[in-house]
């Protein structure tokens, strides 16, 4: 069996997914994940629909093993887990893959997304303003800023979605085939 | 933790998912049945469900069976019961005013 290797660094989930679902469709299958790499498996093409979830807690706590049993009893298979990430896909023969259907979870998930990112930002900020005068730190900086400023476009890209989510929820239920 | 009054309106997902558990259902077998029964309108989202769950055994409308194999089973309970009716009363009265108040437009 064929597989790849890639490395490459996502700031912010949803344009991992996309890039996942686009190799599913060439035909390689994401096996695992570790820290920017990305090992894939060479299966037909769009065998797989991949989702990436945050957990409220680690995958060793409780709740979220019992939330990653629930989804395997549906059909959903855990690729793989880092920090409280979680990879997800599902056979495309066995229909679309969401992991949500209503407003009101969708708004919950945006809010984990904009308090991780939130925090990452704040500490990669902190590094910045503690470095500020020191000489020999000029270069890791520059990474730090980069770091910050995608991080504060990712956030207030989720929170625009918070925004559109609650105003579609005053309207009505959300449709299934969306 | 049992309320039956102190809400409104069921969201679609809980209204389906009480129908489903008059019987006893494991997770996939609600989708299918919520599916099957809306003609694929009303698709049940794992994440949507699984949250639904866990709210609605919290509230005690709804109970996980004990030792039903490896899938979790899942059973109406009588709150849960009584809440699908006046749930079911209420979307009555709904349909009522909206027919009483479009008559005229279909004519």
């Known amino acids: ?178 | 933790m049992t309320q039956q009054s102190n809400t409104g309106a069921l969201t679609e997902a809980v209204y389906y998912i009480l129908l489903s558990l008059q019987v006893p259902r494991h997770g996939y077998g609600m989708m299918q049945f919520v599916q099957e029964l809306s003609n694929g309108r009303v698709q049940l989202a794992p994440g949507t469900l699984y949250g639904a769950l866990s709210s609605l055994v919290e509230r005690g409308w709804i109970r996980a069976l004990e030792g039903t194999g490896r899938k979790k089973e899942y059973e109406i309970t009588a709150t849960g019961r009584e809440a699908l009716r006046s749930e079911l009363r209420r979307l009555e009265e709904l349909v009522q005013h909206g027919h009483e108040w479009t008559k005229e437009l279909d004519t």
């Open chain 1, 1 to 178: 069996m064929k597989t790849k290797t890639v490395y490459r660094i996502f700031v912010d989930y949803e344009k991992e997914e996309k890039w996942l679902n686009e190799m599913a469709q060439t035909g390689w299958a994401l096996e695992s994940f570790r820290l920017m790499r990305y090992v894939f498996k060479q299966v037909e093409p769009g065998t797989f629909t991949y989702r990436i979830e945050l957990l409220s807690n680690l995958p060793s706590h409780p709740e979220s093993k019992a939330y990653m049993e629930f989804l395997d009893e549906v059909g959903v298979e855990v690729v793989d887990t880092s920090y409280r990430w979680i990879f997800l896909r599902k056979r495309t023969s066995d229909g679309p893959f969401q992991l949500y259907s209503d407003f009101d979870s969708m708004i919950q998930r945006e809010k984990r997304i904009i308090q991780l990112y939130g925090a990452v930002g704040l500490a990669n900020f902190v590094v910045v303003v503690a470095n500020l005068s020191n000489p020999y730190a000029q270069w890791t900086i520059l990474l730090n800023i980069a770091v910050v400023a995608m991080l504060a476009y990712a956030v207030q890209h989720h929170t625009r979605k918070v925004r559109t989510l609650k105003g579609l929820k005053a309207i009505g239920e959300m449709k299934s085939s969306d």
